[in-house]
């Protein structure tokens, strides 16, 4: 087996075994207990933008609107300077996936999308990017972890239950979003 592989493997099986040690029946209503206990930092590095974020975003169960604010510039439409609100359930999501999967920080392909720029990425890619995308109500972003297997953190993510997991193995990222529960491959 090669280096590269055996380090994948040896990934998944370090995810699985933590996964395995968490409670039966994990959902994010129970890790967002979990969430509301502590000080919850998330770590950011826009791909596109280079601009990088360690931030606490929510304390003590109250989310911290200043935290919020630089979050949404940092996830704003990088084509179009376009801010918008992200849903901070999706950031509960993504501190719940970095406690599981542990990682330094989110690197981030995708977020906020503007309608123009959705409707732009829908002409040149149809089948990938749908029409009234989750990305244009900041339900939605799309990323990976530096050093972390994507199939593995697809396969925490659809341990959560929490909204929609799409794995994009070719790009090496995953969809996460908040809307209702269900899965693809793009």
């Not at 770590?43 to 596109?48: E, L």
């Not at 593995?152 to 996460?176: P, T």
């Amino acid at each position: 087996m090669s280096k590269h592989l055996h380090s994948v493997a040896a990934g998944r099986r370090l995810l699985l075994k933590g996964l395995a040690a968490l409670p039966l029946g994990l959902s994010m209503g129970r890790a967002q207990a979990s969430v509301e206990e502590a000080d919850c930092e998330l770590c950011f590095r826009h791909t596109h933008t280079d601009e990088a974020l360690r931030i606490v975003y929510r304390s003590s169960g109250s989310y911290i609107p200043s935290a919020l604010a630089r979050i949404d510039w940092l996830l704003r439409d990088f084509r179009t300077g376009d801010v918008a609100r992200i849903d901070p359930r999706l950031l509960d999501i993504l501190h719940t996936l970095r406690t599981v999967c542990g990682g330094e920080s989110f690197e981030i392909i995708s977020a906020f999308r503007s309608p123009a720029t959705n409707t732009m990425l829908h002409k040149a890619d149809g089948k990938g990017v749908a029409t009234r995308s989750l990305h244009m109500d900041g339900r939605a972003i799309d990323v990976r972890i530096p050093g972390f297997d994507t199939a593995a953190l697809r396969d925490a993510a659809l341990a959560l239950q929490a909204g929609g997991v799409g794995y994009y193995a070719e790009s090496d990222f995953v969809h996460l979003d908040t809307g209702r529960v269900r899965h693809w491959i793009g």
